[in-house]
């Protein structure tokens, strides 16, 4: 089950965008073994993702956005930029599906 802060921080990982590896690998049955013939590993990027921002102020139940104030927004912005560069200088820990991430 997944609880609220590996939300937030899958969130987080999302709003800021991420960079994985993603490896291929080919194989062939050779005197009836398998072998590995061929394998592949491509760098793929994730672009910042404004849903996942939009999403991260909605899970704070403290505030309803729609009733902020410009002033309000604003002041909540960089609040929520502070918590982007916080996590940003983290050091990466492995995304929830087990596999390292890597930027």
């Given at each position: ?10 969130l ?22 398998r ?39 604003q ?7 502070r ?16 596999s390292?991430?890597?930027?």
């Open positions: 089950m997944i609880d609220k802060q590996m939300l937030v921080d899958i987080v990982k999302r709003a800021k965008g991420y960079r994985y590896t993603e490896r291929t690998d080919e194989y062939a049955v050779v005197d009836g073994e072998k590995l013939v061929k394998s592949k590993k491509v760098s793929k990027c994730i672009q910042p993702d404004v849903n996942a921002v939009k999403a991260l102020i909605t899970l704070d139940d403290s505030q309803d956005v729609t009733q902020l104030t410009d002033e309000q927004l002041v909540e912005k960089l609040r929520l930029l918590l982007l560069n916080i996590m940003e200088a983290a050091p990466d820990e492995p995304t929830p599906d087990g390292d991430n890597e930027e």
